[in-house]
């Protein structure tokens, strides 16, 4: 519970400045101010005006999410698919989003993946490839994806 008595304004402003730091969806922003000790009726209200002032747009967020998980972090499509749906993201958008993935960027990445990981495999080892296929499906990646890589 906040330490902090906040007014409805208070807390409006401080979810205005959360969100231009940073992309964050609905419900990131409903755990948020309830965090901050905003009730549910505050808290809804709140990212009502949010949503309604482009504060807060889940396609927006969904399209920076997916690009920066795929750039930076090395995920795949399920594992990406999995998190923004925890966070009860639309299917559409999400759908949206993971389609714009730039399918050469996308190879690139899981190329790294696959290159990274294999270093750290002994190549003794008879359960190599099996070891490297695992890892690579817990970052999403699916298997067909993997098998096509680890063949070229």
């Known amino acids: 519970m906040a330490n902090h008595e906040w007014s ?52 927006r967020y969904c399209h920076a999410f997916v690009h920066d998980k795929v750039l930076y972090q090395g ?4 594992k990406i698919r999995a998190y923004l749906q925890a966070k009860r993201l639309p299917s559409t958008a999400i759908d949206s989003a993971l389609a714009n993935i730039d399918e050469s960027e996308y190879y690139a990445v899981l190329s790294r993946v696959v290159t990274s990981k294999k270093r750290t495999i002994k190549s003794a080892d008879p359960q190599a490839k099996e070891k490297l296929i695992r890892f690579c499906m817990q970052r999403g990646f699916t298997y067909d994806e993997i098998r096509a890589c680890i063949d070229n």
């Open 8 to 59: 409805l304004e208070q807390l409006r402003a401080k979810a205005e400045a959360y969100c231009v730091a940073a992309e964050h969806c609905c419900y990131d922003m409903h755990l948020k101010l309830q965090q901050w000790g905003a009730t549910a009726e505050q808290a809804e209200q709140i990212v009502s005006q949010l949503l309604e002032h482009k504060y807060v747009d889940e396609q």
């Open 75 to 78: 995920w795949g499509r399920m």
